[in-house]
Nanobody, 127 residues
Framework: QVQLVESGGGLVQAGGSLRLSCQSSGRTYSTYTMGWFRQAPGKEREFVATIRRIGGSTYYADSVKGRFTISKDSAKNTVYLQMNSLKPEDAAVYYC????????????????????WGQGTQVTVSS
């Protein structure tokens, strides 16, 4: 089992930046894909970005491409989500997720492909 803890959320003005972190512990060696998802009130959880633990391939939702960057520090078992040029529509609870599978660009967007989830961190963007 892998435990995930997110941090870095908060309140930011539109156009600002935040960096989210996701610290992994436990059986991290069994994790091959890490992802970020978000969920706004009244909406379904949606894919944001994903990165493979080996090789580092990344995929992004079209809505964040060019503004958000996912990265990893394997030595620290930590995945980051750098969010720039934030918009009010980016406001949501952001969740980190881990999968035991090497996910492709399609499957990586599906919440059901992930085995472990963090508790989430709130991101609020004021206009």
């Amino acid at each position: 089992q892998v435990q995930l803890v997110e941090s870095g959320g908060g309140l930011v003005q539109a156009g600002g930046s935040l960096r989210l972190s996701c610290q992994s512990s436990g059986r991290t060696y069994s994790t091959y894909t890490m992802g970020w998802f978000r969920q706004a009130p009244g909406k379904e959880r949606e894919f944001v970005a994903t990165i493979r633990r080996i090789g580092g391939s990344t995929y992004y939702a079209d809505s964040v491409k060019g503004r958000f960057t996912i990265s990893k520090d394997s030595a620290k078992n930590t995945v980051y989500l750098q969010m720039n040029s934030l918009k009010p529509e980016d406001a949501a609870v952001y969740y980190c997720a881990a999968s035991r599978a090497v996910l492709g660009s399609g499957s990586a967007r599906q919440p059901g492909e992930y085995n472990s989830w963090g508790q989430g961190t709130q991101v609020t963007v004021s206009s």
